[in-house]
């Protein structure tokens, strides 16, 4: 499979790698200091291309892989992608979007939606999530703390919406962001009781695993129209 890879920071980098060991060829690397590579044949000749930049620009990256007819995986977050779904669908194009490519993540999101539907029984335990991230990450909270939320509020009546920090009335489910070091990511969710607290934790252990996912996310979004997420590859 031919890959164009659109950000060429440790991400990048990273997904060359894992690209190539999986026996991928990268046919063009895009960042800021050649943009206009997108207009290239070599672009143009991608059966996929992996997006990882920033939030300002992903928007405009993933409508030039529309332009040149290149499905797109992007794991840039901080923006609204699924507001592409119905464009995506109507003109058939391809997109694949997920706020985190861990699998481990993905089934931890899983396992805390089936936990929020136990809990939905005991309104005792409030809940809350903290996430953890490296200094340079631009938006918090994080893409998959959003997510992970979504899905506790999906299956949990007794809160209505996430807050930044703090929690303002009974209804909130509170999301702390901590920015230190070099952390690749930690979520934690925590149901609190007066007698007991129920914690479950993912810890990344460095980017290979949001890596892997990645391109494994652009081997089935290959050859397909249509927007994509990851419960669209993993049926559980």
């Known amino acids: 499979m031919k890959i164009a890879l659109i950000g060429y920071g440790k991400m990048g980098h990273i997904i060359e790698r894992i690209a190539k060991e999986r026996g991928h060829e990268i046919v063009s690397t895009i960042d800021i200091d050649n943009l206009q590579d997108f207009e290239s044949a070599a672009f143009k000749s991608a059966d996929v291309a992996i997006e990882f930049t920033r939030p300002e620009t992903a928007l405009e990256n993933v409508r ?5 007819n290149v499905p797109v995986v992007c794991g840039t977050t901080g923006w609204n992608a699924a507001a592409l779904k119905d ?3 109507k003109n058939g194009k391809t997109l694949f979007w997920s706020s985190n490519y ?3 993540v993905y089934v931890f999101n899983a396992i805390s939606k089936k936990l929020a539907q136990i809990m939905n029984q005991f309104p005792n335990y409030n809940v809350e999530m903290t996430e953890v991230h490296h200094i340079h990450k631009l938006d918090a909270p994080s893409g998959t703390a959003i997510t992970l939320a979504e899905g506790i509020l999906a299956n949990l009546d007794r809160k ?4 930044k920090e703090v929690e303002n009335k009974p209804t909130d ?3 702390k962001s901590i920015r230190e070091g070099e952390v690749p990511g930690i979520h934690t969710i925590r149901y609190e009781s007066e007698v007991d607290s129920i914690t ?5 252990k460095s980017r290979e695993g949001f890596a892997l996912g990645a391109v494994v996310a652009a081997e089935f979004t290959a050859g397909k129209k249509g927007f994509f997420g990851m419960s669209d590859m993993f049926k559980f």
């Open 87 to 89: 464009e995506v669908e």
């Open 160 to 163: 209505t919406a996430w807050t």
């Open 200 to 204: 479950m934790t993912h810890d990344a």
């Open 64 to 68: 030039k892989c529309f332009a040149a």
């Open 102 to 104: 861990s699998i481990g």
């Open 173 to 175: 489910l509170a999301i």
